[in-house]
């Protein structure tokens, strides 16, 4: 029983027929004439840790030939994310647990710590600056608090450089999604008119 019609199902292409427009799959968890509504490749960061290249294959355009090799955090930025956590800044998703010290706040933060570096492997900037080397840091929002980062991109690391409290609440929304209104003159009719 499934709260909505639609399933989902990791398949193996076996066949394409292009003259007929037909994909053969084997593997499928669904009843003949069960329609089927889009088809995406499997992606490797959709199962960190699980990605087995020797029975998956990917297209060219999702593997991780791009991530950053590694991600480290400048000692003030580490402290200052620790600081954050204790605050709650990093909540829902990281609630601190028995208090400031202890292996649950230890174990909650190692977790937040391994979350942002795996973003920040995938190179979170806009695709025209990806492969590229930065000095300016770059900022991103993580739950409540804003990371900013640095790229060189030669020897692949990211250096998280400073992590601050955000206030979401200052964001705008479209549709209940906070959004930065930075640099955007109007919404209109949840469309964005820049500058």
């Known amino acids: ?38 088809i995406k490749p499997c992606v490797p960061w959709d199962i960190p840790g699980h990605f087995d290249k ?3 294959r990917v297209p060219h355009w999702v593997d991780q030939n791009d991530t950053l090799r590694e991600v480290t955090f400048a000692p003030a930025a580490l402290r200052s994310l620790r600081e954050n956590y204790a605050k709650g800044h990093l909540s829902p998703l990281y609630e601190p647990a028995g208090g400031t010290n202890g292996e ?53 690391v ?5 992590v601050g409290a955000f206030d979401l609440g200052s ?5 209940g999604v906070p959004i930065a209104t930075e640099g955007i003159v109007a919404i209109d009719e949840g469309e964005f008119v820049g500058r």
């Open 104 to 156: 649950d706040f230890e174990r909650g933060l190692d977790s937040a710590v391994r979350t942002v570096k795996e973003i920040l492997a995938q190179d979170p900037r806009a695709s025209a600056r990806r492969g590229s080397s930065q000095k300016d840091p770059y900022r991103c929002l993580f739950c409540g608090v804003q990371l900013e980062f640095v790229v060189d991109a030669e020897v692949g």
């Open 54 to 56: 020797s029975t998956l």
């Open 1 to 38: 029983h499934r709260p909505n019609p639609i399933g989902l199902s990791l398949v193996r292409i076996v066949g394409v027929d292009e003259k007929e427009k037909r994909v053969m799959v084997e593997g499928v968890d669904l009843v003949n004439g069960t329609p089927v509504y889009d």
């Open 171 to 175: 964001l705008g929304s479209v549709d």
């Open 158 to 162: 990211v250096e998280v450089v400073g």
